[in-house]
């Protein structure tokens, strides 16, 4: 029996993963673990997939298509060197692209897939996706949701009986889903979502934040056209994932607009004051997740984080509040779905699964500064820099400041532990950073940890005015030789599969003012496909001429026309379907 893949095809970023003498492992694609969920054209016309098309998209943006996984199910079409593509003809692209390195890897035919949906997936898009993958020349053996897979991938035991939130934030999806492991079955007891939030949307605010910053300085927007919108967009993605890890991070962007070099500092704080209201939402659905499993937060032992967009600190810290739960993220977020996706793959083909490797660092690192404990004041506070549990190579930085004037050194002392009082953690070492500017208090300062495979702890304090730095690197014990996880077989509910083949549309799209009736008429079109056959020539072609007028009032966004065609349409089809 050949092997049986799983497949974590993202709105961002897709992986594939299968289980290899037990253990499930990712399969690199072209060299990477991720691959962007990106389509595009190359120079000569021949369609490129993941990381070739996404490095291109800033010169051929006309000609590059990514987020596709928003449009599955809806009836929808993208153009793509002058031909039309249904949004599951698009991500059939990607799956045949990661079915392609899985089999270079394995050195066989891959004919065979498990692959994952969100858990707030509706009907159509789980068959949307089945298609995509029978496209993609796929036997699509088993849809499950996301957070399902990212559990069976997660420390689940027989005896380890316990309530899971799985908290998926993605690029262009969110959902959370109870999740209760019992006896090694494991069973989502409720979920909940927004099919339209995730990474994607933070992009979007950072660069709407960028191009206001740069026509106020320099009047011009670098959205006006494709090429300078994909570039700011790609600026703004990497500073985005910078600061999931430093307190600052900036945009820059040489020659953006003719002579225009781009240039903006954007801090974590005036991050997080951005996407809050988003957040906000997501905890808005965890609290209906949870009603709707008639259960409290306190009845949550673990919570674990999903999805790229999960590593925003701003969503930890969140989730700590709300749930009080401890957070689980042993294992990297974005790589989660597909590992469990291969292990359900693994289960279906009757193998044994036995351990997910992962190097971790097993204490907390951090240093000691002046803080609140138990609502008094301290200077022995213990601020964490970089968690337990935290997947190696890590890179975290904080910001701290001194606090009278003109100081001129501070001494950085590392701690090893998990007590609120610095003192009680254990040592892990000390240095000076002298030369200071003498400036009043406040003076900020960057503190970085980075630890690497082999243990080895770098501490650089930066003084963020002047760029007056030290580096001291120091030995830290951390889990490098790496933990075995052990999964046991489970058993996963099957989701809804079909057909789920459609039209063709000529370029449907939501509207604030004609949503509704760019509803109706997709409604309509699916009602008259299924009568088209049986309809003599005379009604099919008003039929056809009726679909092709409203596709062009949607296109000129006339919504009063619009309606006069659903309701002719509608007329017709009353007495087709009768």
């Known amino acids: 029996m050949g092997h049986l893949v799983g497949i974590d095809l993202g709105t961002t970023n897709s992986e594939v993963a299968v289980v290899v003498d037990g253990t499930p492992r990712i399969i690199p694609v072209d060299g990477e673990l991720i691959m962007p969920s990106c389509v595009g054209l190359d120079g000569q016309g021949e369609i ?18 990514l987020s596709v996984k928003r449009l599955m199910g809806e009836e929808s079409s993208l153009i793509l060197g002058g031909k039309e593509y249904r949004p599951e003809e698009i991500s059939a692209l990607i799956l045949g692209k990661l079915r392609d390195a899985a089999a270079a890897y394995l050195g066989e ?66 959902d959370v889903s109870l999740v209760v492991v019992e006896n090694g079955v494991v069973e989502v007891k ?51 994932r910078e600061l999931s890890d430093h307190h ?28 809050g209201p988003l957040l906000a939402k997501t905890i808005d659905c965890v609290h209906a997740c949870l009603r709707d499993a008639a259960m409290l937060p306190g009845a949550v032992d673990r919570i674990l984080l999903v999805g790229g967009a999960s590593r925003t600190p701003l969503v930890a810290e969140l989730m700590t509040r709300e749930m009080r739960a401890a957070i689980n993220d042993e294992i990297n977020p974005e790589l989660i779905v597909a590992l469990g996706a291969a292990i359900q793959g693994g289960v279906i083909n009757g193998l044994q699964t036995s351990a997910v490797l992962v190097d971790i660092t097993p204490h907390t690192f951090g240093t000691r500064a002046c803080g609140e404990i138990e ?11 970089i968690r337990r549990n935290t997947p190696l190579p890590a890179s975290k930085s904080e910001l701290f400041a001194t606090m009278v004037d003109n100081q001129e050194s501070i001494e950085v002392r590392i701690y090893q532990g998990e007590e609120p009082l610095a003192s009680a953690n254990r040592l892990v070492g000390d240095f000076r950073v002298d030369g200071l500017a003498p400036v009043p208090a406040g003076n900020e300062l960057v503190l970085t940890l980075r630890l690497d495979l082999d243990g080895i702890l770098a501490v650089t304090a930066t003084e ?4 007056l730095s030290k580096t001291v690197h120091m030995e830290a014990t951390t889990a490098a030789e790496g933990r075995q996880r052990p999964v046991e077989e489970v058993l996963a509910n099957e989701a809804a599969a079909g057909d789920g083949h459609e039209d063709r549309d000529g370029g449907l799209d939501d509207d604030s003012e004609g949503r509704e009736e760019i509803a109706r008429a997709r409604e309509l079109r699916r009602r008259a496909a299924k009568v088209r056959d049986s309809a003599d020539e005379t009604d099919a072609d008003e039929m056809k001429a009726l679909i092709a007028a409203g596709r062009e009032a949607i296109a000129a966004r006339q919504w009063e026309r619009l309606e006069e065609l659903n309701e002719s349409l509608a007329d017709l089809l009353f007495y087709l379907e009768d």
Not at 48 to 65: D, F
Not at 113 to 134: L, N
Not at 141 to 169: G, M, S
Not at 375 to 385: E, I, Q, R, T
């Open 375 to 385: 609502g008094g004041f301290s200077l022995d506070c213990f601020c964490p820099v």
């Open 464 to 467: 963020k005015s002047t760029g």
């Open 48 to 65: 490129i997939v993941g990381r070739e098309a996404k490095n291109q998209m800033l010169l051929r943006p006309e000609e590059t298509i």
């Open 109 to 174: 035919e891959i004919d065979a897939a498990v692959i994952t949906v969100p858990a707030y997936f509706d009907d159509r898009q789980r068959k949307a996706t089945r298609v995509a993958g029978e496209l993609a020349g796929l036997e699509v053996r088993r849809i499950i949701n996301e957070p399902t897979a990212a559990a069976l991938a997660y420390d689940v035991e027989k005896r380890n009986n316990q309530i899971i939130l799985v908290y998926d934030l993605g690029g262009g999806t969110f």
């Open 190 to 240: 409720s979920s909940h979502g927004d099919t339209r939030l995730g990474g994607d949307d933070f992009d979007h605010l950072l660069m709407d934040y960028v191009a206001e910053k740069c026509r106020e300085k320099h009047g011009v927007d670098p959205r006006a056209d494709s090429r300078g919108r994909n570039r700011l967009w790609s600026a703004v993605e990497k500073a985005k």
């Open 248 to 275: 600052y991070a900036t945009i820059r962007e040489e020659y953006l607009d003719g002579d225009l070099n781009l240039v903006e500092e954007i801090s974590r704080t005036t991050y997080e004051e951005m996407i």
